[in-house]
Every structure is written in C-alpha cells, then in structure tokens.
C-alpha cells in the first residue's frame, strides 16, 4: 500500500513488506526531509532524500543505522543495492559484471535483520536538491514543512530563471564542514521525527563516507549530542596524505604495495616466497617488504648502495609480478595506472582499480599511456542506475521527474576541502576526530573493513593509521580491522559478503552488549 504526499510532481511514499524469508514484516519510507538555513532556522534550504526501513516491533530498543557513501558526490545506492537493502543486485560469484539487463534479488544478508536502516542521499546526490533549485515554471521551490519540494534543474551550475543572479545554493553543501553539518541536522530531525532518540545509534559510510563516519563519530557527539552504539567504516578513505605519492612523500607508495602483491597473486603473477597460492602469505611477505625494506629504500634514495637497492628492486618485482627492470625504472614508485595497465599487459588487459580481480581489455594497447575506462567504476554505473530506479520508482512507489544522481561528478569537482574556507597547510584526514570520538564515548565500537584487491582505498593504509593512533589501552579493544576478498565494493563477492554479514551481526551484539 501507498500514503503519498503529493507536491511539484513528486510523490514520498510509504510501503508494507516482508523481509526475505517472510518472517520479518517492515516499513519501508522513502521521503525528502526539510533541512533550514542556520542563520534563519524558519529558513528551508535544501531536502534531503532518504529511504528507511524500519520495524515496527519494539523501534525504541531496535538499532538504528544512518548508511551513506563517499564520492564526494555519491549517492547511497552502492551500498543499499549491493550490500545492506532488502533487495541486492545478482553480481558474478567473484564480483564480476553480469550482461544486461540488471537484475535484483532477494538480499538474505540485509541488515534489516539485526538493525534499522536508514540511506541518506546528501545534497546533490540520488534525489536530495537544495530548495534554490527551481521547478519547470523558473519559480523558487516551496516550502510545505518537512514535504516540501520542487522540480529542480538537473545542473548543479544551473542559475534560476527567474532573473536573480545568485548560483544555487546547492554549492553551498559541498565542502566538508557544511556536508556534515547537513548530515547532522537531518540525523536529529529523523530522530525527533520517528522518536527514536532512546534507540541506539550506528552510523555506517563507504569510501569518502568513511570518512564522513570517521568525523561524525566526534561531530554528532560533541556538537548535536547524539550518542552513538558504533561506526562502522567501509574502504575509507581516512588521511588524503596517503592518497599523494611523490618524490618526497613515500607514505603512499608504501600503503599501496600489498593490494598490489595481492592482484598480483590472484592473477598469477606474483613470485611465492612461500608455498604457491597461499594469498594470506603473500600479502604478510607483502606488508613486511612494506615497512621493513621498501621505506628505507624510497626515504634513502640514491644514498642507499647500490647493490642494495637492486636487490630491493628485484624482491619487489616479484611481489608484484612487473618486470625488475619497469621497477627499477620507476625507483620503486609504482603507480595505480601503471600497475594497473602493465600488469597483463602482455594479454592487452587492464586490471580495475576499484577490484584489481577484475579484467577489461585495453581498448588502446599502442598508446604510451593508458587511455580507456576503469571496468570497476565506470563498468557498474549501468547496474546500480538501473537497480536504485527500478527499485525506488517500481517497489518502493517513488513518483518523482527528478533524475536519480548516482555519481554527481559536478559536486565531486567542486568539493572544498579547505575547513571553513581557511588556508591551512597539509592534507586534510579524519583520524583525529575518530580517536577524540572515541575518548569522548568509551563505549562506541569502531569497525573499519577493506577489500584486499581495492588500489584506491587500500587495506594497509587502515592497518598503518590504526598502528599509529596510540589508542589507550582501555579503549584499544574498541577498533576491530577486519578485510576480505574482493575490491573497493568487496560486497559483490559472494563469500566476501556472505562472512561480513555474519561478522557484523557479531559486531552489533557486541555494541549492545
């Protein structure tokens, strides 16, 4: 059944289900929540879309989790499609891509079983649009408390028609501090809304959502006194220090190695210190070479002997299944693009920097640089499109003639990562406000997960902030690493999600307990 609020051609709604397996009855509420300017709190300025689930049976103690992605500019869809939603698309056993056309399936590892589920699209992203964003008419949005909406421009760099030169407040949203805030209000307003305050609180991010979660896990508590059970970070990105590999920074370098060694062995191509196709070996040897060989030679440089740094040149070479002498050639400064291209080159396949298990041909094996697509970002845009529409629109009775942002890459590009505007110098990272939130609430437990094959956000670079954090004692038993098989979305690995649902119902039964 369907309760519709109606307004500028868009319908909310509000479905009855049964979870797989017929034993687990839920709501499912797909909505846009008002957010208001700060300075004029009667103010609406943006809305946020959101779809929750939620069991009705006991709500008060029932856990409660706020999922969202990273991006910058990333709906919830990846998540609630691949992994924790009632319903999931049918990936390949290993990840791999299926032909077309989609197709969904009932989700028997939802974790609709053992939590509350709510999806947030931030600002920019799936449906939520800022209420400067105008209808057809040109006229600004309306505001009808917390169901107003507009047919917004589908262009983020848009200016309304309606003569006034000031650029949609949409812009406004992306930069990291107002991002947060907009995710701190709307998780207050949800709260207050389905009273929920008394339940416990879990928050969940993917990618740069981890990130997000990593600065919520202060935020929220310090600043909006929400109290939280757990965060759980899904192949964050944490510290944008590692993500700058240079002549002078080496830390990148080296936190990207093990993911390398990893794809390396998965494909074959790796030299086995130890007994052949024993992967969890390999990445060890990998992580070793790591900290204890690969630092000194890239901080030593030429002042290291030569013999040395050949010797160096030739285990690395190994671990990652390249030529000694392309190695030696980069002075052990391996890239993503070119680990990814050379490879398999030799076969004119590239491998996915997103999941190095996954293949695509070369499209220009000639060219000096590679110049084709990324099977593992650019290859799973049509499945998650066509899943969260038909899911939303078909299942869900969304009725709206917005287009769904899967991936605004306007809002990626115009990210400000500078706090508040100001100049500062460095990167920005996250893992201050997490160790603070942690000392803050004692309680909170902290689960942060990779995919070994993911060469964006790699497992090792968590291990490494994790090594450095210097937790007290007390609290050290609060933060539990935990990877698996499969890439940035190690999700659509059969057994890699199959393991992780049952790790995390552990997970919330420790965080409750």
């Known amino acids: ?84 939603g009632p319903k999931r698309i049918a990936f390949g056993p290993n990840g791999s891509l299926p032909k077309p056309p989609v197709q969904l399936v009932d989700n028997l590892e939802s974790w609709l079983s053992f939590t509350d589920l709510v999806f947030i699209d931030p600002i920019g992203t799936g449906f939520s649009r800022s209420s400067s964003q105008s209808a057809n008419t040109g006229e600004p949005a309306k505001a009808d408390a917390d169901q107003s909406a507009e047919k917004p421009s589908e262009k983020p760099s848009e200016k309304r028609n309606s003569g006034e ?94 993911s390398f060694a990893a794809a390396a062995a998965h494909h074959g191509r790796a030299e086995w210190a130890g007994t052949p196709g024993d992967l969890a070996a390999h990445r060890a040897d990998a992580e070793q070479f790591a900290r204890k060989t690969l630092i000194p030679l890239l901080a030593m440089g030429e002042t290291m002997p030569a013999e040395e740094r050949q010797a160096a040149y030739q285990q690395l070479a190994g671990l990652l299944g390249l030529p000694a002498a392309l190695v030696e050639k980069k002075a052990g400064r391996i890239d993503l693009e070119v680990f990814s291209r050379e490879l398999l080159r030799d076969q004119q396949r590239i491998v996915g920097l997103y ?98 094959f993911d060469l964006v956000t790699p497992y090792f670079a968590s291990n490494y902030l994790a090594d450095l954090m210097k937790l007290n004692p007390e609290i050290r038993p609060n933060l539990t690493l935990s990877h698996y098989l499969g890439g940035h979305m190690f999700y659509t690995w059969d057994e890699s999600r199959q393991r992780w649902f049952e790790e995390m119902k552990a997970f919330y039964q420790k965080a409750l307990a």
């Open 1 to 84: 059944m369907s309760n519709a609020d109606q307004s500028h051609n868009r319908q909310a709604s509000r479905t009855e289900h049964t979870l797989a397996g017929g034993s687990l009855p839920y709501t499912a509420l797909a909505e846009w929540q008002t957010l208001y300017d700060p300075v004029h709190p009667e103010k609406p300025i943006a809305e946020m879309f959101h779809v929750a689930y939620l069991v009705e049976a006991k709500p008060a103690s029932r856990p409660l989790t706020f999922v969202f992605n990273g991006g910058p500019g990333a709906a919830s869809a990846y998540l609630h499609m691949g992994a924790l």
């Open 165 to 258: 030169a000031e650029k949609p407040k949409e812009t406004e949203f992306w930069e990291v501090e107002r991002d947060l805030n907009a995710l701190g209000e709307f998780i207050q307003r949800f709260l207050s809304r389905h009273k929920r305050w008394l339940s416990p609180i879990f928050i969940a991010g993917e990618s740069y959502g981890g990130f997000r979660v990593a600065k919520l896990a202060r935020k929220l508590q310090q600043e909006f006194g929400i109290g939280l059970s757990a965060a759980i970070l899904i192949s964050p990105a944490l510290e944008f220090s590692l993500f700058g590999g240079s002549d002078y920074n080496i830390t990148a370098w080296v936190t990207t190695l093990p």
């Open 355 to 452: 999941d190095a298990s996954i293949t695509a041909i070369d499209p220009f094996p000639d060219r000096l640089s590679y110049e084709g697509i990324d099977p593992t970002l650019d290859g799973l845009d049509r499945l998650f499109t066509g899943a969260i529409n038909s899911h939303l629109r078909d299942t869900l009775n969304v009725n709206t003639e917005s287009m769904y942002r899967l991936l605004n890459f306007d809002t990626f590009k115009a990210w400000k990562f500078d706090p508040k505007g100001e100049l500062k110098q460095g990167f920005i990272g996250a893992v201050d406000d997490l160790r603070v939130g942690m000392t803050l609430n004692p309680y909170m437990q902290v689960y942060i997960t990779h995919g070994f």
